[in-house]
């Protein structure tokens, strides 16, 4: 099995764990739910709390915290992915960064879109497109192989010159051509996000049976969080993009 280079830090082969000190699915498991328990409660308070902190005027100082944590949150990110040790600690500062975000969204969608529920539909979006990918790679139909990781190198390219091209077509084209555009390279962004996450799979899969320690699942975890916030902020901007053209 092919090694991540994110993972060329951790030591495997060189060092002894006993087998309560490696790296198992289910600890992954166990730190994925719990990262994503953080990041739930999080944002489930800024969404209930958030127009309350507009009304007491205390929004622009709101406003700053929420882009700190988008800075920090990007950062947390390189760190725990980069560092087995710094994981465990970057993992936690994401969830929360990722909470506020997140939380924010929630409510800015709620007032903008007040006829569909736009969150809870990504959520359970993002759900049963995690359980489909998860089946079909446990059950050994999805396999990470050299052609799946020369699509998804070839694939990003594409969704970066799409991106390109329709920052320039914005400026020359007519708002429903636009809108149509827009709703293709979501869709494509989407696909993109969701072929990244057979790459952590096989991440988990390799820590797990090369005989890591358990610092590994923090970064594993890491990942994981980070493909699965990437797939719903995109079922949510698709979905806004559908809501949008139909009131056109």
């Given at each position: 099995m092919?090694q991540?280079?994110?993972?060329s830090?951790?030591?495997?082969g060189?060092?002894?764990?006993d087998?309560?000190?490696?790296a198992?699915?289910k600890g992954?498991c166990?730190?994925t739910?719990?990262?994503?328990?953080?990041t739930?409660?999080?944002?489930?308070?800024?969404?209930?709390?958030?127009?309350?902190?507009i009304m007491t005027?205390?929004?622009?100082t709101?406003?700053?915290?929420?882009?700190?944590?988008v800075f920090?949150?990007?950062?947390?990110?390189?760190?725990?992915?980069?560092?087995?040790?710094?994981?465990?600690?970057?993992?936690?500062i994401y969830s929360?960064?990722?909470?506020?975000f997140?939380?924010?969204?929630?409510c800015v969608?709620?007032?903008?879109?007040?006829d569909?529920?736009?969150?809870i539909?990504?959520?359970?979006?993002?759900?049963?497109i995690?359980?489909?990918?998860?089946t079909?790679?446990a059950?050994?139909?999805l396999?990470?192989?050299?052609?799946?990781?020369?699509?998804a190198?070839?694939?990003s390219?594409?969704?970066?010159a799409l991106?390109?091209?329709?920052i320039?077509g914005?400026?020359?084209?007519?708002?429903?051509a636009?809108?149509?555009?827009?709703i293709f390279?979501?869709?494509?962004?989407?696909?993109?996000?969701v072929i990244?996450?057979?790459?952590?799979?096989?991440?988990?899969?390799?820590?797990?049976q090369?005989?890591?320690?358990?610092g590994?699942?923090?970064?594993?975890?890491?990942?994981?969080m980070?493909?699965l916030?990437y797939?719903?902020?995109?079922i949510?901007?698709?979905?806004?993009?559908?809501?949008?053209?139909?009131?056109d």
């Open positions: 092919k991540s280079p994110l993972f830090n951790i030591q495997t060189e060092m002894y764990y087998e309560a000190e490696r198992t699915f992954i166990f730190k739910f719990f990262l994503l328990a953080i739930t409660l999080v944002a489930g308070f800024i969404a209930f709390a958030l127009p309350e902190i005027g205390n929004a622009n709101f406003y700053i915290i929420l882009m700190v944590s920090v949150g990007f950062i947390s990110v390189l760190v725990g992915r980069m560092s087995e040790r710094a994981a465990k600690y970057a993992s936690f929360v960064c990722e909470g506020l997140l939380g924010s969204l929630a969608l709620k007032y903008a879109f007040p569909t529920n736009i969150s539909i990504a959520v359970f979006s993002t759900l049963i995690f359980l489909i990918m998860l079909l790679f059950t050994g139909i396999r990470v192989t050299n052609t799946l990781r020369k699509f190198f070839a694939f390219l594409g969704a970066i991106i390109m091209f329709s320039i914005s400026f020359f084209m007519n708002i429903g636009y809108m149509g555009l827009m390279i979501e869709a494509f962004l989407l696909i993109y996000g990244t996450l057979s790459f952590n799979f096989q991440e988990a899969q390799y820590v797990v090369s005989g890591a320690s358990k590994a699942e923090w970064c594993v975890a890491l990942g994981l980070v493909s916030i797939i719903y902020l995109e949510v901007r698709l979905l806004m993009l559908i809501i949008a053209s139909r009131r």
